[in-house]
């Protein structure tokens, strides 16, 4: 009987400590890394802190902006246009099609009230990306502008896309 009661034991510690396991990384923000080859979460934040904070884009100060949110069908059209960039080797905010960056979004079916496009190449990660966009005045407008409420980032290979909607 006292080994019975003893596994017993050994089984409830073993479940509890899986139960706290799990919650501890239901707790951590993991990445998230999606189809398009970024982390969303990451992107999003970094963004939304430059757009709390307000910035100087350029000579240009801009004010504190409110945040937006994640669009998986600007993420699809930033990321279809980094893939085509990746596998015809051009870097351009027209494609090869002719197609600008107004055309790629209707494309995906976003309807939108304002759009912008931020391109970019050979940085290896979120923040790199999102601090050479800073340093660029247009992109950086781009980043803080205030008819945009939504965005979506895709990356192929060097080739990264940051697709900015409103509707």
């Not at 600008?100 to 970019?120: F, K, L």
């Not at 990306?129 to 950086?140: A, F, L, N, Q, R």
Request: charged letters at 20%; a positive charge; proline letters at 4%.
């Amino acid at each position: 009987m006292k080994k019975i009661a003893n596994f017993g034991k050994k089984i409830g510690l073993c479940i509890a400590i899986l139960f706290l396991f799990n919650a501890c990384l239901n707790d951590t923000p993991s990445p998230t890394i999606n189809a398009t080859g970024v982390d969303e979460t990451k992107l999003l934040q970094l963004v939304n802190a430059l757009r709390q904070e307000g910035c100087t884009c350029g000579n240009t100060v801009m004010s504190a902006v409110p945040p937006i949110t994640w669009n998986n069908l600007l993420a699809k059209a930033a990321y279809d246009h980094s893939k085509d960039m990746n596998q015809n080797n051009y870097f351009s905010h027209t494609s090869k099609d002719g197609r600008n960056p107004a055309q790629r979004i209707s494309a995906v079916g976003y309807s939108w009230t304002s759009y912008g496009e931020n391109i970019a190449k050979g940085y290896p990660s979120e923040e790199a990306v999102i601090d050479g966009w800073k340093k660029s005045e247009g992109h950086c407008k781009n980043i803080m502008g205030s008819s945009f409420t939504e965005m979506g980032v895709g990356r192929s290979g060097e080739y990264w896309t940051q697709v900015f909607g409103g509707r």
